[in-house]
C-alpha cells in the first residue's frame, strides 16, 4: 500500500502504530502529508504559513 492510502485510510493512532513497527517512516509520512498539502494548497489555502522544512527536522528525530 502506498504511503498516500495509507494517509487516507489510518488515524493518528494507526499511523503511529505502523512507524513504530516499522512499515513506514516519519519521514515518508510528513513529506506525503506536504505534498497533499501543497496539492490542495492552491485552491483552499490549506496551509497558512508552511513550515515544511522544520517537519522534515522533526520527523527525522
Excluded at 494548497?41 to 527536522?57: K, Q
Amino acid at each position: 500500500m502506498s504511503v498516500e492510502r495509507i494517509l487516507w485510510e489510518e488515524d493518528a493512532t494507526g499511523l503511529a502504530n505502523l512507524v513504530r513497527k516499522g512499515e513506514v517512516s516519519a519521514v515518508e509520512l510528513t513529506d506525503a502529508a506536504i505534498a497533499r498539502a501543497e496539492a490542495t494548497r492552491p485552491d483552499i489555502n490549506a496551509t497558512a504559513e508552511p513550515l515544511y522544512d522544520a517537519a522534515r527536522a522533526r520527523a527525522k528525530t
